[in-house]
T-cell receptor
């Protein structure tokens, strides 16, 4: 149980275009979803927290107009990187909280974004 | 405020030797503690978790960790390292409200044949 999927697992896009990453909780209802960014050889950096049906709460320094987060249902959250630039290239990981646990997060497999 | 410290960003051990990865936390409330492993270009895999039950927690792949409140530590150990244990390891703490996590900076484990 508590499986989280991400799609796509790997994406290459051209500079200036937008790319959407999906995060799904497959077997539980995720009341809260988290989006992280991870640079090579570094820890996870929390970008934003979203609750179903509400606007996402962004961490300090994260551009909300650049990283659009939508959590329209209890099983799906999306992250859209708008007008992507090479510096947006990174590994993006989502996680979901909820179900029977109030303290645990369940992590997706991550999405590797490369902007050329 | 919560914080997690992982001492040693890089640890090297010989195959068959003891693995010890250190994690210390600060928390104003009883914490929930986690260890994750990450292989290259993959997400986080849960190794084990402490949720206020037994202080010695056994996880997957032969790993275990002991919660020591007096030392505010949750060190990860494995008696005998295997080549497949080479990966990045992250310690994380949750306060138990809103599922908010705080991650350590990670420790890269190298296993020498």
């Amino acid at each position: 149980g508590a499986v989280v999927s991400q799609h796509p697992s790997w994406v290459i896009c051209k500079s200036g275009t937008s790319v959407k990453i999906e995060c799904r909780s497959l077997d539980f209802q995720a009341t809260t979803m988290f989006w992280y960014r991870q640079f090579p050889k570094q820890s996870l950096m929390l970008m934003a927290t979203s609750n179903e049906g509400s606007k996402a709460t962004y961490e300090q320094g994260v551009e909300k107009d650049k990283f659009l987060i939508n959590h329209a249902s209890l099983t799906l959250s999306t992250l859209t990187v708008t007008s992507a630039h090479p510096e947006d290239s990174s590994f993006y990981i989502c996680s979901a909280g909820g179900g029977t646990s109030r303290y645990e997060q369940y992590f997706g497999p991550g999405t590797r974004l490369t902007v050329t | 405020a919560q914080s997690v410290t992982q001492l040693g960003s890089h640890v090297s051990v010989s195959e068959g030797a003891l693995v010890l990865l250190r994690c210390n936390y600060s928390s104003s409330v009883p914490p929930y503690l986690f260890w994750y492993v990450q292989y290259p270009n993959q997400g986080l895999q849960l190794l084990l978790k402490y949720t206020s039950a037994a202080t010695l927690v056994k996880g997957i792949n032969g790993f275990e960790a002991e919660f020591k409140k007096s030392e505010t530590s949750f060190h990860l150990t494995k008696p005998s390292a295997h080549m497949s244990d080479a990966a990045e390891y992250f310690c994380a703490v949750s306060e138990g409200t809103g599922n908010q996590f705080y991650f350590g900076t990670g420790t890269s484990l190298t296993v020498i044949p």
